[in-house]
């Protein structure tokens, strides 16, 4: 079984549906993350959790949301989709400061 | 803030070839610095590591060094095969919070 778990690992939907993509880790990580990936510009941090009760904003926040339901449980919602939030989402986790971080194998998210 | 530059794609090379992907990082300090390399419909997986200047990542072949005169951490192979065929992505990371710069990806294929 995969370390990491992303569900669903396709989703279509329609603009201004709200979404929320999960993700399951049994690596006894505390710090999880979400990126999104776009062609041409690498992975962008969405937001960032370190445990239960910390959540972060990375980078490019806005238009999402995310809940961090226990150790091992972090999930990320769009509240309203829009078309430019069509991509490729990862969610990763990782051991601590300066180690490397493990991926999930991505959920592709296309908004009509 | 702390961002990565990598070597623009697509590349392709036939097997057997020498492969260099440059990448160059901008920082304060001393990052740790990462390779990933991502197959289709997967998500990244770590491919080497280095964590200190002059340090030298290796692994399934591919090499880099950590050159902190120039801020680049070059990846390198001797002998390219068709399974090599992926797009890989450097990357950094610094600091209490484990913040993941990623570069754009370069994605490498190698025809038989």
């Known amino acids: 079984d995969a370390d990491v778990t992303q569900t669903p690992r396709n989703r279509i939907t329609k603009t201004g549906k709200r979404i929320m993509l999960e993700c399951s880790q049994t690596?006894?990580?505390?710090?999880m993350y979400w990126y999104r990936q776009d062609p041409g510009l690498g992975l962008r941090l969405i937001y960032y959790?370190?445990?239960?009760?910390?959540?972060n904003k990375g980078e490019i926040s806005d238009g999402y949301s995310v809940s961090r339901q226990a150790q091992a449980k972090f999930s990320l919602s769009l509240e309203s989709a829009i078309p430019n939030q069509t991509a490729l989402y990862f969610c990763?986790?990782?051991?601590?400061?300066?180690?490397?971080?493990?991926f999930g194998d991505g959920t592709r998210l296309s908004i009509l | 803030g702390n961002s990565v530059t990598q070597m623009e794609g697509p590349v392709t090379l036939s097997e057997e070839a020498f492969l260099t992907i440059n990448c160059t990082y901008t920082a304060t300090g001393y990052p740790s610095l990462f390779w990933y390399v991502q197959y289709p419909g997967e998500g990244l997986q770590l491919l080497l590591k280095?964590?200190?200047?002059?340090d030298k990542g290796s692994n399934k072949g591919f090499e880099a060094t950590y050159r902190k005169e120039t801020t680049s951490f070059h990846l390198e192979k001797g002998s390219v095969q068709v399974s090599d065929s992926a797009v890989y992505f450097c990357?950094?990371?610094?600091?209490?919070?484990?913040?993941?710069?990623f570069g754009a990806g370069t994605r490498l294929t190698v025809k038989p």
């Open positions: 280095a964590t200190k200047a002059d």
């Open positions: 959790s370190f445990d239960v009760k910390d959540i």
């Open positions: 690596k006894g990580h505390d710090r």
């Open positions: 990357a950094l990371s610094q600091g209490y919070h484990n913040d993941m710069r």
């Open positions: 990763a986790t990782s051991g601590g400061r300066g180690q490397p971080q493990h």
